[in-house]
């Protein structure tokens, strides 16, 4: 089908012209069907003549739609007989008021009267250039901007449609004007660029500048050094003969000036004290190298006397830091003054918090009555411990029956030391006391299971937890009987050496200096692998530590065909035994069995004041099976045998007749 040219047209009347004209177009044939047939007595409408057109041929007419059909009037309701009248007698029923007819609307404006005017629109971004006219294409112009906008080939919306070329026009957004936007921050490498220059440049103007001498305030505030470059130090000046005159002041420089001290405020007067002189001493002049140094002042020089004073309280200063070495006799003192029997009924624990902790303002000696009144006034209750029947006690009543077991020590000391002041805890867990078995060598630990015993931490001086163990402090427990003794290594030991043998069920409580948490494998199994040698508690008495016992397994090999060496130390490194124990120390000696174990024999230990020594062959401790000991010779020829020595004990040894007793410290099986 060929292209029709469409007409072109000058003005919107002429194209509204030329569609009328065009209204003779046929109607193409429908199938549908016909409309019904208008209801009966309906009228029908005027027919219209037809207008002709412009071209003189009179249009078709198009066909009229049918009528639509009156809506008929509907039946009137039959009229309800009335029972108690008869069908004449029915009175028609009242008339309805009628209803105000609603208000009039108002008069429309005439429409003649001009609208108000639309306000200037402004002109469009996206001038177009050869705006086609209206009747080019059937597109409306909003598509036909959109394909402008988005550079079409061409039109496929109507067939009709005529395509154009146009120069395609981009237009571009109004460039912003950078001055007005906020500066960026610098980048990195533009700081570091910019420390680097300012670095080069102080480094240069300081090598450039004269080192300029500082210049003192009125205050004479302390002169601070440079940090740059640091000037060399000003020539020394010769050494001037003893009747040369004074160098006069004019002549010094400001930095060699003698500094003031500031005044003091008026408020305050500061008081002399004795090191204080009270003339102003003179600044001493260059000295010749042949003057004499003056004399030394005899009247300020100390004694021997004074200096061994001296050294005597640094030593008991030293010595009040350790516990082990510490004098508690007084609080031990005021301590056995208060029997339970003799306490008022009312109040016990704040009257025992008053007598014991009173007397003294350090916590550690309020810390140590309380543990050394436990340790007299009550005793560990055997009967129920055996017979499995513990009874629970408060504290006052635990005060005066006078017997408790390792709950009821710690709840009295709590107590106590709580009402004293002092802070203080329970600690559960579990002890290597009685009924503990050690482990043998290559024996696996028991399970986890940190209960039976119960023992206390407190805070004594300088806010330092202490732990202690009152039940063990107070004596022991064999043969299902209690042996009061008092034991003030519980009191005294460091919480590394406590924690060998308590193991609390809250981590929190070791207490260690390291902060270190021991394992429970670990704990069990103790620092010796397998059994520990048998140690007896009055080796401490006498200053010996247990926990430096060498060799420290229990079994000892015969046919190792070593050298064992038998060592031990004291319980610290300022025991003095006269001063801290009860004398002087015992001389200890290892009894053998001899080779084979036919020969039993005495061996002294050598001695420095701290440690203890041997070495013995391992044939010559005996056979396998047989026991060895440590003895301390307590009595010889019937006396006190303290501050025998090696010599001596020989001597009286092989003089013939003797007599000697002797206490056991350690024991150790051969194997």
Known sequence: M?????????????????????KNFASPPTTKRPPPPPPPGAAKPASQAPTPNSNGTAPTQSPSLPARPQK???????QRPNTGRSESAVEPPPTLPSRDAPPPLPDRKNSSQPSPALPARRPSAQPFQNRRGSNSSEVSHISTVSNLSLNPVSSRTSTTSVETTQPTRRVLAPTLDQAKLPPLPPSRKEREAREAQTARENAEREATEVAKAPLLSVRSAPVVPSVGSRPGLPPRLPSRPRDSPAPSH????????????????????????????TRNPSSPGPRSRDEAPPPVPL????????????????????????????????????????????????????????????PFPSATDKAR?????????????????????????????????????????????????????????????????????????????????????????????????????????????????????FKPQMFCLSNELFGLKHFPQNEQYFFRS???????????????????????????????????????????????????????????????????????????????????GRKEDMVPL??????????????????????????????????????????????????????????????????
């Not at 060929?2 to 509204?16: G, H, M, Q, T, Y």
């Not at 008929?72 to 039959?78: H, M, Y």
């Not at 003091?264 to 008081?271: D, G, L, T």
């Open 299 to 358: 009247s300020s020089r100390p004694t021997f006397a004074q200096i061994d004073a001296v050294a005597v309280r640094a030593s008991a200063n030293q010595t009040d830091v350790c516990l082990i070495c510490r004098d508690f006799s007084a609080p031990d003192r005021v301590a056995a003054q208060y029997p339970n029997h003799s306490l008022p009924r009312h109040d016990p624990v704040g009257y025992l918090a008053n007598v014991l902790c009173g």
């Open 606 to 671: 050598e001695t420095d004041g701290f440690w203890w020594w041997t070495d013995i062959a391992a044939r010559d401790l005996g056979a396998p099976g047989q026991t060895i000991f440590l003895y301390a010779l307590t009595t010889m020829n019937n006396k006190d045998a303290r501050g025998v020595s090696k010599e001596e004990y020989y001597r009286i040894k092989n003089s013939g007749g003797y007599s000697m007793s002797w206490a056991i410290y350690a024991k150790w099986e051969l194997v």
């Open 72 to 78: 008929r009037n509907a039946p009137s309701l039959p």
């Open 514 to 596: 390291d902060g270190r948490i021991p394992t429970w494998e670990e704990y069990m199994i103790g620092p010796v692998r397998g059994e520990k040698a048998e140690f007896y508690g009055t080796a401490t008495d006498e200053g010996v530590s247990e926990f430096t016992f060498s060799p420290a397994e229990k079994h000892i090999p015969v046919y190792s065909g070593e050298v064992v060496r038998f060592q031990f130390g004291k319980v610290c490194e300022h025991w003095n035994p006269e001063r801290h124990g009860k004398g002087k120390s015992y001389l200890l000696l290892m009894k053998i069995q001899g080779l084979d």
């Open 369 to 485: 009555a309380i543990f050394t009144w436990c340790h007299h006034n009550i005793a560990y209750n055997v009967e129920e411990f055996f017979g499995k029947c513990i009874k629970g006690r408060s504290v006052d009543e635990t005060i005066f029956h006078g017997k408790a077991v390792c709950q009821g020590y710690a709840e009295v000391y709590q107590a106590i030391a709580q009402r004293a002041g002092l802070q203080c805890v329970v600690v559960g867990g579990h002890g290597k006391g009685y009924g503990y078995t050690p482990l043998t060598k290559n024996q696996p630990p028991p399970p986890r299971d940190p209960t039976g015993h119960a023992w206390n931490a407190v805070s004594i001086d300088n806010g330092e937890w202490k732990l202690l163990d009152a039940c063990w402090g107070a004596g022991s427990v064999g043969n299902q009987q209690y042996h009061k003794q």
């Open 2 to 22: 060929a292209d029709v040219e469409e007409p072109k047209f000058n003005s919107l009347a002429d194209r509204i012209a030329a569609l009328n004209r065009q």
């Open 250 to 277: 004019a002549d010094e420089s400001p930095s060699s000036a003698q500094r003031r001290l500031p005044p003091p405020p008026s408020a305050y007067v500061r008081p002399s004290t004795t090191f204080e002189s």
